[in-house]
């Protein structure tokens, strides 16, 4: 059918072709279906939605994807063409039924994915089935594969040093600490980093505090090369660009299935190329991962699916159950990064950070094995990480002389405090996030959480326990409204329910 | 946030408020995420999209779902407000994850359903949960007595009796037999279908041919209370609405769920309170249930549940191997029903029919057990059921005098003939529903298969095995390309494949 092209300003991070329902009738499609747009010598896919006002009779309505694709003007002749399933969706059905996938099919499932061929709710089965079922080595290896060769790959000309945290642990800005160490040592550690998607704060987000993290494939190569280190948001460098999109259906669902997270993080690794790679798999009550257990069943995972890709993998199971550091939040984790380079900062920061860094220096040969966190401890307290740091963060355009005093964290703040005497026995990783999303972190940089106590503290009654920032007095009340319901910190002694309740 | 309204002429099939980007980030919230949309004293919950030009900062776009509700319009000034995830989200996830939900956790659920306040995506988790970890039967009733609650409930102020396939075989026009029988012997059936999902015909459809479907509520119950039956489309009815949206999500995934489809039927059943039903399971190679055992666990899960619903279930297990009579697509099957109460019609139809409308009868104390089938051919032979469907074609506003032959099926027409002499070994009925959908069924109503042959059936070469009709001749290439691939009749002594391929 030949139509009008009529172009609309939705984005749906899909393609999204929509025909006014006679239309739609006619050639007998339906919301969700697939048709074929052509636009002279540009063909797309585009998922059907239907109007019966905003597009008339004898249009198509375009959203900005296929804008792009197509090239098109208003009112362009555009043709219209049904065409059947993708081939992929039969293979997403199968593994909804239990089915081993082979690496053709896998293939075309992320191809399709990459095309936007897939709609959301077909991405979605094929998450969910990968939860329900999982997948086996080969299925992942398959996986980590596509989702590389539908990207870029960046190569350095130089070994790769990398270090990747699988997350679920809030306040975990180690990577500010491990890239200026390691790249002190002359290794080269481009990190490439998320941004937040369940936490309140990615190591991207924490970066930007301060420099410019969103850097192109280029920038990205000549900062690594120049100071031996980078720490930038992967998201504009179209690196296994599937993987955003399995992320962008798994974030409402807020589901991680353990196949997609090894080879999301792989993915990204192999479009890098990285050759060394430490993973830090916090572990604990509230973390992504529970028990050591499964965080030991994951670790040899990772190391197999190294080991298949061609990259060399230490996994380090960390301690998870309560946050790292004090600071959970954008600038307040910047903040406490800085001053941990600068000979600051808390224990735990400091002692997590340079075991992770003292990994890599062994696999990169600076030090005997045994002797990594040793050395990545001189190099933070000789001050040769913080100048480190400096040289970073001026070449991603940020001011290398920046203070933890000079950044500005949000002005609205609650205190929490000690309801009676005693020992902290729980500092709960998820309703601290929760706390700090709800202040507004990571999207208003200034909010978060600060603890005063952790896990192991005496307190006395009245004694600060943590303090909430926020950047609105509205989002302010949000996060303390939280308090009512749940205790981020628990005091040994103090009540945790009456009832009935009053 | 205080925003202007801008309506927009999509309908999405859920509440979407499209925000300008800014305003968006604005409020912190993200396409998927959820807001309150308050217009004076009217509320409702949407789902955020979001533009960049369509909706100009300072407005907020609302589609027709949201117009109808808030009765607002453009220009009116409109409160947005991010809402944290409904509760019900909570209980979904539990689902994911294998646990058994209460009463009150399926209630919250499909009560969000109902309201809109669900993602299509968070109602695909919940449906893909269902196929992954199953449901009990204390789930299946919650689901079905809260499906009904959130509908209309009709009574008829009389013992209400009905049939129901779970469907999956094509071609089984029955209903359009055992309505009129069971009519005719004094019993009150007011059956309520479907429209077609996945087949090329549900009885809907078929009646459609021949009469009104689209009864209101009021309507449906005049035409049964004065002929005692009727055959109209379930879906102008409102009853158990939730199902039709989990059907509109299950329909682009092309799952059904078990619990799902027993709670589905159900719920149907007691808000047109049923008392007396016989549910029809199709099985056999290629039915929506394949095997004897699985069938009869499903009867023992419709028995089960009745019990508990106070409905009287009896199942019949029939043969759904191959498509039943030869007609498969609205007008074709219209005509072969039609012949069959006129007393001709393929000999597995009129079995069929008579023997499942017989056990009505015998639910129904019209003759006593084992005399059901005997007493609904005599009322089939006797014209008395072709009687009555004349009646029940008036009252719906059709012409009572209809012959098949004035009956309009599509004028293109392709005829597969056999390749060699043989014994027909089988019919598939997946290549029968695809090529008949192909053809353009169930929208084109003229559209479909025409079976000359069926398994047992000796054949001669060049015998006609099947016609497939269409009224557009791009419909009729789709459905003849499939031949090419795939044998939907297969003769016994026929080459299946030749290899290698040519």
Known sequence: MILKAHLIDISTGRRSAILNEKDAEKIGVAPHDRVKVRCK??????????SSKLVAPGQVGLCKELQEDLQVKEGDEVEVIPTPLPQSTIYIRKKMFGGKLTPEEIDAIVKDVVEYNLSDLEISAFLLSELFHGMDMSEIESLTKSMVKYGEIIDFGR????????????????????????????????KTSSKAITSPSGTADTMSVLANVELTAEELKEVALKVGGCIAWGGTLNLAPADDIFIRVEHPLRIDPEPQLIASIMAKKLATSVKHLVIDIPTGKGAKVETMEHARELAAKFIELGNRLGINVKCGITYGGQPVGHAVGPALEAREALEALMGGGPMSLVEKSTALAGLLLEMGGVVAKGFGKEKAMEILRSGKALQ???????????????????????????????????????????????????????????????????????????????EIYAERSTKLQDAVSILSQRNPIVVEGMLLQTLPEY
């Open 388 to 466: 480190k740091m400096r040289e970073i963060i001026e070449a991603q355009g940020g001011d290398p002389n920046v203070k933890p005093e000079d950044i500005p964290v949000g002005d609205r703040k609650h205190v929490v405090t000690a309801p009676c005497d005693g020992y902290i026995t729980q500092v709960d990783n998820k309703t601290i996030v929760d706390i700090a999303r709800a202040a507004g972190a990571p999207a208003d940089k200034g909010a978060g959480v600060l603890l005063h106590a952790k896990v192991g503290y005496k307190v006395k009654k009245g004694d600060v326990l943590m």
């Open 159 to 190: 070994p790769v040093y990398d270090k990747h945290s699988i997350g679920g642990v809030p306040g975990n800005k180690v990577s500010l600490l491990i890239v200026p160490i390691v790249a002190a040592a002359g290794l080269l550690i481009p």
């Open 41 to 50: 010598s540009k063909v797309s896919t585009a998922i059907v939605d239907t």
